[in-house]
């Protein structure tokens, strides 16, 4: 088990990234400043921190990318939104646990 300070629980509305078919959850700012202070700039490529993330009955590992607003970007696979029926702008409950620090 990862120790508090790695771990995170929030919502946040699923949008969708421009006409594409990239949906993000946007992590909201206060947890993002978190991010950063724990990853202290050991991010991978684009400055992404690899997570592991819980979204109801369904967990996998992917990585958050900052944003130009400061916050993080969670994205969200189309398996994991068909298995958890989210739609465009609804809530997301995501547990967040950082990973490799």
Known sequence: MQPDHLRFEFSAP???????????????????????????????????????VTVGGTTWQTSVFPSKSGSYVLPVKKPVRLAEDLAEGAPVETHLTLLDL
């Open 14 to 52: 699923l949008w969708l990234h421009g006409e594409g078919s990239w949906y993000f959850v946007t992590v909201p700012p206060e947890i993002s400043d978190d991010i950063a202070a724990v990853a202290g700039g050991r991010g991978k490529g684009f400055g992404s921190v690899r997570v592991s």
